[in-house]
């Protein structure tokens, strides 16, 4: 009865106009994409039109198949021309799934909308979006579920919910259809071999779905609050107060206990910062009457305000200072990023050329480097007497402080002043949280005890002032877009 309602509220708008969009959604008539959810038919229509007419910034890929064999379709959306950030850096990486289970439509949606956002942004010149598209990728893959999404039906066509299906504490919660084993169906299996293989190093991982209008970040499983809580808590804090007054909780408290879901595995496994978006409570039917931009404005508000500012989804270490005073270290470390690191050391490396040996705090000697950590990040061997809580060996940084620690180099030949110092630290305090290996600007360091204090290199201070203002500057601008 709800379908037949829906299509007799919805025939005469799909009627109403045949005339296609100008910009980026170009297979269907605009009545029709604002009020009538996407099939399998017309999402390829509409992912496929855009690759064609914006080869520039869309790549589209099939990363596998559903498991009656109809394709999942990954949009990687930036500006390709550039293949890192202006500054040489890595592109930020946000990764975007909608349609686990295939009657949520609204969540489908808004995972389409945030594309097709960022894709007409781009074809009509707007500055915001080409800034973002130059330093950030997207990759969206808008429809998991499309067997699901077809029959207008929770599960896959095995009868499996989807997002009970990952291999985090899979199983092991209250819950219904969570399939015979870990990504036993061939939609999650692509979705975390698309997570391991492509996006290892994703800086965000949203989720998205209907049923309850809230956002729930990790755990499902726990009550308790997740080891990067200071992030989660800021994201929270800055979206109510000047976006949405959509609530922001941990899952297990904010709907109930859930084991095996995309949003913990990308958390838990991954290391990623994860959320739930959950759009509202309506679901099982086929069309809106109020347009989906409206519909969904203020959800995708809140997306955009967690792209544009998604550097800030980690710990970002800068050192202010660094002098070495014989067999010290004498080390200040600001903070600039959101999220806390409890792991953090200085490597030395003698040879300017060769980086294969290293020293760390407190060794005595040499170590090697021994290969890389998914995502080319280096990954080092430091030793298992090696405590980065003990004074002198490794240190923390709190989100959005700085700490000024000494480190014990005496087994080092650091005291020429030569060489090459580097920055080892993980993203986020959870411990399955990527390393960074970032080169320290040999223009701070200082040698010697002479010096008058421990206070940033004029360059350094430029860094901080430019990124304050361009925090200010993107408050400003966040609803100008």
Known sequence: MRRLLAVIMLVPLMVASAS???????SQPDIIQEHWYHSYATLTLDVNAWEDEYPEIVNLLVVGQTEMGRNLWMLQISDWSQ??????TAKEVIYIDGGHHGNEHLGTELAFLVAEYYIDGWAD??????????TTELHILIMLNADG???????????VDLNRNYDHYWNTCPTTQPGSAAFSES??????????????????????????????????????????????????????????????????????????????????VMGYPTFTFETDDEQFLLGTVEALSDRLEEELDVMRYLIQNV???????????????GGKVHLSVSNLGHASTSNATLLYFEDEEDFSEFWFPGSDGAAELIGEQKGGITQVQLGSDFNFSTT???????????????????????????????????????????WVFEIINESILEVGADNPGLLPAPSMILVLIAFALATINERNSRYEL
């Open 149 to 159: 999404n077809d029959f207008d039906t929770r599960w896959n066509i095995n009868q």
């Open 20 to 26: 296609p969009m100008a910009s980026g959604q170009i």
């Open 83 to 88: 293949e890192t950030k202006p500054d040489g």
């Open 311 to 325: 550097w800030y989804w980690r710990a970002r270490l800068v050192v202010d200072s660094l002098e070495m005073e």
């Open 392 to 434: 002198g060996y490794g240190f923390a940084v709190n989100a959005t402080n700085s700490t000024v620690t000494t480190l014990d180099f005496r087994s080092a030949p650091i005291s020429s002043g030569e060489g090459v110092w580097a920055l080892y630290y993980q993203k986020r305090v959870v411990d399955s949280s990527m």
């Open 125 to 134: 010149g707007e500055k915001a979006i080409l800034d973002i598209l130059a």
């Open 187 to 268: 939609e999650t299996l692509a979705n975390s071999v698309y997570m391991n293989e492509v996006v290892p190093h994703a800086d965000l991982y949203i989720t998205m779905h209907t049923g309850v209008w809230i956002m729930l970040y990790p755990w499902g499983k726990w009550p308790e609050q997740p080891s990067d809580w200071e992030m989660y808590h800021s994201i929270r804090d800055e979206v109510n107060t000047n976006i949405s007054e959509i609530p922001i909780r941990n899952a297990n408290q904010g709907l109930y206990p859930n084991c095996g879901t995309s949003r913990d595995y990308g958390y838990g």
